[in-house]
């Protein structure tokens, strides 16, 4: 196998089965970087330390985690790294209602559990208050003998955690292939322009002349409806493609630097490692020894 493969994993759910509740102590995270064809909501407690990986986002998680993801090619994967805890619980639920053609989530009551899903297409870690909320539920879920009980139940853990603030995407919608959405029609054209247009130099005058503003009011106008910076997105976009290209071409680092809107080498190095954590170089290596598959 090639060595940046990820694993497909072929999860234990059946044609007619709701839930797959998963709920183990663990000594170690060994299994390799996946992805998967059915939704899935992933809490772990105690393991500080552990390296939590989705799409291009690499994060040192605390003492508890809890992550949805809704892509069919996300990869994820929780990897040992710092953590010395020996006593992990992770809980795991797979569900595969609402995917594609299925419209069960698409009536009225379930229009915030619907938007949180098409959110988690790039991966939603929820923070320590959403968690809290749904701790104790979560402990019950996988102590439940009736099916009926558990998804009523399980519903209930998306409701709450699709009305709490502070949800955050990981991977970046370049990297992810997301299809870019916006409810503002102006931001949902500027945003169409700088994914078509990354590779290049992009002007603020550009983009304010696009949604017919001054530059200083665009710039409001853009934060105020996306909580970015303008050029905090743009560097989100690059990186986003760029990070696609380190893992899916054996293209130059400055090769990339260049074919995502970078003309200097040593600033898209320096903006790199800023958002990262590590070089370009490195994020290609590091990424590359955590898809081997033995």
């Known amino acids: 196998m090639p060595e940046h493969t990820v694993i497909h994993e072929i999860t234990p759910l059946m044609g007619k089965d709701a839930l797959y509740i998963a709920d183990r102590r663990k000594k170690e995270f060994a299994y390799p970087i996946h992805n998967h064809d059915v939704y899935e909501l992933n809490f772990v407690e105690n393991a500080t330390g552990v390296r939590r990986i989705v799409g291009d986002s690499s994060e040192v998680i605390g003492d508890y985690d809890l992550v949805l993801i809704t892509s069919p090619d996300l990869e994820h994967v929780w990897e040992q790294y710092h953590c010395e805890s020996t006593d992990v ?5 797979q569900f595969c209602f609402g995917l594609g053609d299925d419209d069960f989530f698409e009536k009225n009551p379930f229009s915030h559990i619907r938007r949180m899903l098409n959110e988690a297409r790039k991966g939603l870690a929820f923070p320590l208050a959403a968690i809290m909320k749904v701790y104790d539920k979560l402990d019950k879920l996988s102590q439940l003998k009736d099916g009926f009980e558990s998804l009523m139940l399980f519903l209930d853990i998306l409701n709450i955690l699709a009305r709490t603030e502070g949800y955050r995407t990981l991977a970046t919608s370049s990297y992810a292939k997301v299809v870019i959405e916006d409810d503002s029609r102006r931001v949902l054209k500027v945003k169409n322009f700088i994914n078509e247009n990354y590779m290049y130099e992009i002007k603020l005058k550009t983009l304010a002349d696009l949604a017919n503003m001054s530059q200083s009011a665009f710039s409001r106008f853009f934060k105020l409806h996306t909580g970015r ?66």
Do not use: H, Q, W
């Open 89 to 93: 619980r992770e809980i795991t639920i």
């Open 229 to 294: 910076t303008l050029s905090d997105y743009i560097i989100d976009i690059r990186l986003g493609y760029a990070t696609r290209m380190l893992l899916d071409t054996n293209d130059t680092v400055a090769s990339i630097s260049f074919n995502c809107g970078y003309n200097n080498l040593s600033n898209f190095n320096r903006i790199f490692k800023r958002k990262k954590g590590c070089s370009p170089s490195e994020f290609r290596e590091n990424y590359r020894k955590i898809r081997v598959i033995v």
